[in-house]
């Protein structure tokens, strides 16, 4: 199993690169660098890592076809790739919502727009002229001045059973958001695998990545509590389906998506609880959570992915707890 992690780029480049070369010598897999709110561009960031490191693996996690016309984001991705034998990793999901606002972006499905942004993107990839529509963006003939040597990978972000099919049937990977459970984990890449079938594709032919929360340390209470919050607003967020598959009770679930509709924060724990938080992501002591990780694995995880958040990053040494999580996922992956 791999293991990476996202950054947020809200700090001077020179110190994002810092950050990216040791987390290269501690052998972690792969480095996200997101493409949201309106912190430095992200292309640029993948850019300069990419120049000061040599192994590790870089991925726009993630960007959208919303704001970033599908054409431009092939067009970058391409120009990283320069940097890189292994493909890069495009992800791709729906955004978020004020920041679509913020640009005007125009709507749209996400699994249909999606879908059209990725098939786009492999052909100017493969060297073709594309042509393509849809109400969210327009492609009249283009094709890229240059080639990649390696076509970048493209993975699909998202908690809708709907996008893990569409993901099965023409991307390179999918990204489970906010699925910490190892039952819930194999009934998602079902809805994967339903995609597969129907494209005549192989299991292997799509990476399943674990995007979680994940903190460590001593105090599981203090731990729950920084992101007590947040998981409130990923269970508002999350799809009908992902709760039942998580065995929510739907009028707790109720309780709290009043709760966050109304902003009524913060969240108590008790209408909260830890063991509901540990549904949708991983605490404990260090080695807790690499044996929760690789429980994700043994339910079909390829990768896992450490994601990052306000709460988080206001409360603790975000870089330097996923170290300390990859120094004891290497140890118990090696055991």
Not at 152 to 178: C, L, Q, W
Not at 194 to 200: F, I, P, Q, V, Y
Request: net charge neutral.
């Amino acid at each position: 199993m791999k293991f990476s992690y996202c950054t947020i780029p809200n700090r001077p480049i020179d110190t994002l690169v810092d950050i990216a070369v040791r987390s290269e010598q501690a052998g972690v897999d792969l480095l996200w660098i997101p493409d949201e709110e309106f912190y430095r561009d992200p292309f640029a960031v993948l850019a300069a890592v990419g120049s000061r490191t040599r192994k590790l693996g870089l991925g726009l996690g993630i960007t959208n076809p919303y704001t970033r016309h599908p054409v431009q984001v092939a067009r970058a991705m391409a120009t990283v790739q320069d940097l890189r034998e292994e493909p890069v990793i495009v992800g791709i999901g729906a955004g978020l919502k004020h920041t679509r606002e913020a640009l005007a972006a125009p709507d749209g499905k996400f699994v249909s727009v999606t879908r059209d942004a990725i098939v786009a993107m492999k052909q100017l990839f493969a060297g073709e002229r594309v042509s393509a529509e849809n109400s969210v963006f327009k492609i009249a003939g283009a094709k890229l001045d240059f080639l990649p040597h390696v076509a970048p990978k493209i993975y699909v972000a998202s908690t809708h059973p709907d996008a893990f099919r569409m993901a099965g049937e023409v991307a390179d990977g999918v990204i489970v958001g906010n699925v910490a459970e190892p039952e819930a984990m194999r009934q998602v890449i079902g809805f994967v695998e339903e995609g597969l079938k129907a494209a005549g594709r192989k299991r292997e032919d799509v990476t399943v990545v674990a995007w979680n929360m994940i903190l460590w340390g001593d105090d599981a209470d203090r731990l729950a509590g920084i992101i007590r919050d947040m998981t409130a607003r990923t269970i508002t967020a999350a799809h009908s389906k992902i709760r039942a598959l998580l065995q929510l009770d739907p009028g707790q679930v109720e309780a709290i998506v009043t709760r966050v509709k109304a902003k009524q924060f913060p969240i108590g724990a008790d209408l909260l609880p830890n063991d509901l938080i540990a549904k949708f992501a991983i605490l404990g002591s260090a080695g807790e959570c690499a044996r929760r990780i690789a429980a994700l694995h043994e339910a079909g995880a390829d990768m896992v992915g450490v994601r990052p958040a306000g709460d988080i990053l206001r409360a603790l040494d975000y870089e330097g707890n996923v170290l300390g999580l990859h120094k004891a996922f290497q140890t118990t992956m090696k055991g």
